[in-house]
């Protein structure tokens, strides 16, 4: 609306500029004489008064009725006067010095620009409730009798056995009833590595099984189901932090009452000193006056640049509230999987018991696994694919077990604890800090004898250590919160230096712990990129969703990263400081100019013979709107290169109110 208010506003704004005797005198040009020349600002000043102007007008009377005053009301008063001011003007009521045409066109046009920059920088692509209502499978199968039935999630009923087929998603909550597999609950549980489901254990719907089909009888559904909540959640919490109240309108208001009151003692002082007739000029000058033209563009220019910018360094900005709060940021908490990690299992050590050297070793276990589609398979094979792998034949897995086939002559199976249960054998000792660290350990067992281990673990992100230094060195504390195991949790801590971690945490959890935080009197930012993290995303104060995770996830942040690069997040601190140095000073200049302005236009200076022309007052609050465009441009000047913004980190002045980091040997893990 407003954009196609802008373009028909600024197209008769034209010639009710150009053909305004007013205009015409200030630059010193003379209007051709044409028959009813002078009508032409009068008629088309009126049409961009109703049609431009009446989202402003309803905005004020809005603002009238809540009681808060504030940059609609503003605007609403100015254009009013204006009009009134320059009808009489026109109409041969009041004096020439009240047409007003021309500045009533180019203020409507202006503050149209201004509120179509500010919606286009509030625009939301995606929603983060569709993006969970899509974690459904479209069908599910209802076992009926000896029939398998396709039918709608939504069509399903408590007692229904339900069908899930290996890479299927679970259709609604429920317990296994036959067959077992592992389940990827990454989305739900932030765990990153597939969990084994067998008979009598809860699924969750939304769930992946990754290897194995299904019986499940269904425990739950509609509201009642884990990811429901999850919706609740994110809608609760998006909700509860929709509230900010922009700088502008604060301004605005508090111009608004200054305005008033200056306008009422201009008219008490002129009638009072016997001048009646310049009472009316001057109040009506200070009222017009007082509307900012660069305050209406203040903050939308500055917003609209800064997105501009963010998004060229690769970080998109939907919540302008979002971005400014980011400056006062001191608390980040990040989740572990997918963004501190790279979300994936990836080889990290090799022993052998020296029949095979680790490379040999490594070989056969590439080999063996070549077939297999589960995760810790793929990233054995592509650990060895530096190597030459030989084939297999005769390839057999075994859900919880491990991998069987032949290579090379020799029989080679790999697997967990359960495959050397089946063989009476021990695990190597050298796997004991593996473990330890919350390593997933694969033994390798050639002809039937232990020939060596494999460990694998979610590889941390080296970004990520420059970032957590970073955000150190401005004195912001570090937070992790997963869905993994504890000793996952504390290896990953220990090793990037963070200062506290919430170790199995699930999503309703992960929500309240970023209100605990809250509670404590902390500013948070939340870094996620799953499912799991959205009501997190949603709650923070920040919300700092990574690019390449899920759709709800981005749905429910206000920044997004489009890398995976958590050093973005210094990014993110240096353009929201950036940001609102240029809103300060912009506010500062735009309302400052006015405070200054209105006393001069109401006569202050009068006794020493200095009373401000309109005209020049005019210019002048024209001029103000050129110095605040100018300034805001500077923004494109920014770096937002995560190499950059680390490297300024570590020059920069603390976060306000941040808190000194405690330093401590181990991270403290809940």
């Not at 254990?201 to 009888?217: E, Q, W």
């Not at 095979?356 to 276990?365: H, K, N, P, S, V």
Request: proline fraction near 5%; aromatic fraction near 4%; charged fraction near 20%.
């Amino acid at each position: 609306m407003f954009r196609r208010l802008f373009w028909i506003m600024l197209a008769l704004a034209v010639p009710t500029v150009l053909l305004n005797g007013m205009f015409a005198d200030l630059l010193g040009y003379s209007l051709p004489d044409v028959a009813g020349i002078d009508w032409v600002s009068p008629v088309l000043g009126t049409v961009i008064f109703l049609w431009g102007g009446r989202p402003f007008l309803t905005g004020g009377v809005g603002e009238l009725r809540t009681r808060k005053p504030g940059m609609m009301l503003l605007i609403g008063m100015a254009i009013t006067v204006a009009f009134v001011a320059s009808l009489g003007s026109s109409l041969g009521l009041f004096s020439h010095e009240l047409d007003f045409w021309w500045e009533l066109a180019l203020l409507v046009v202006i503050m149209l620009l201004g509120h179509w920059l500010e919606m286009r920088s509030l625009a939301q692509t995606t929603s983060a409730l569709d993006s969970l209502a899509a974690l459904l499978p479209d069908e599910a199968e209802r076992v009926e009798g000896d029939q398998l039935v396709r039918v709608t999630p939504a069509d399903l009923r408590l007692g229904d056995v339900v069908v899930v087929r290996p890479g299927g998603r679970v259709p609604a909550d429920g317990e296994v009833v036959d067959g077992g597999a592992d389940i990827d609950e990454s989305m739900i549980t932030g765990e990153s590595r597939p969990v084994l489901r067998s008979v009598g254990d809860h699924v969750v719907a939304g769930t992946v099984a990754t290897d194995n089909a299904l019986r499940v009888r269904v425990s739950a559904v509609g509201d009642d189901t884990a990811l429901a909540g999850i919706q609740r959640l994110v809608a609760e919490a998006q909700a509860s932090t929709s509230r900010a109240q922009l700088l502008a309108d604060k301004a605005a208001g508090w111009l608004f009452w200054y305005a008033l009151g200056a306008a009422a003692v201009t008219t008490a002082v002129w009638l009072a000193v016997g001048v009646p007739e310049s009472a009316l000029v001057r109040a009506i000058t200070v009222l017009v006056i007082a509307c900012p033209h660069a305050l209406g563009l203040a903050i939308p220019l500055v917003v609209s640049i800064s997105t501009e910018r963010a998004a060229r360094g690769g970080v998109l900005v939907k919540d302008r509230g979002a971005l400014e709060r980011m400056r006062v940021v001191n608390t980040v908490l990040f989740d572990k999987t997918g963004t501190l990690t790279k979300g994936e299992p990836a080889l990290s050590e090799v022993t052998s018991t020296g029949r095979f050297d680790t490379d040999e070793l490594l070989r056969l276990a590439a080999a063996a696994e070549a077939e297999s589609e589960h995760p810790l398979a793929r990233a054995v094979v592509a650990a060895a694919e530096h190597l030459e792998v030989p084939p297999a034949t005769g390839f057999r897995a075994a859900t919880a077990v491990g991998v069987r086939a032949t290579v090379e002559g020799h029989e080679v199976q790999v697997g967990g604890p359960a495959l050397l249960a089946d063989h009476g054998a021990d695990p190597l000792p050298a796997t004991a800090p593996w473990a330890e660290a919350g390593a997933t350990v694969l033994h390798v067992l050639v002809d039937g004898e232990v020939a060596g281990a494999l460990a694998l673990a979610d590889e941390v992100r080296e970004e990520s250590r420059q970032a957590v230094a970073a955000l150190h060195e401005l004195g912001v504390r570090v937070v992790m919160v997963t869905g993994d195991a504890e000793p996952v949790a504390r290896a990953v801590a220990a090793e990037l230096d963070i200062d506290q971690v919430f170790a199995q945490v699930r999503p309703e959890d992960k929500s309240s712990t970023v209100l605990e935080l809250q509670r404590e009197g902390r500013v948070v930012a939340m870094v996620g990129d799953g499912v799991n993290d959205a009501p997190a995303l949603a709650q923070a104060d920040v919300g700092i969703a990574i690019g390449a995770g899920t759709d709800v996830a981005i749905a429910s942040a206000g920044v997004i990263l489009a890398s995976d690069d958590p050093r973005s997040v210094l990014s993110v601190i240096q353009l929201s400081r950036a940001g609102y140095r240029k809103m300060k000073q912009n506010l500062w200049w735009a309302a400052g100019y006015n405070i200054l302005a209105v006393p001069l236009a109401a006569g202050v200076l009068a006794p020493a013979g200095f009373v401000l022309p309109m005209s020049v007052g005019a210019i002048l609050m024209s001029l103000s709107t050129v110095v605040v465009a100018l300034n805001a441009q500077l923004l494109r000047r920014l770096d937002l290169s995560p190499e950059a913004s680390t490297a300024a980190a570590h020059g920069a002045p603390e976060v306000p109110s941040a808190e000194r980091r405690e330093e401590q040997p181990v991270p403290a893990v809940r």
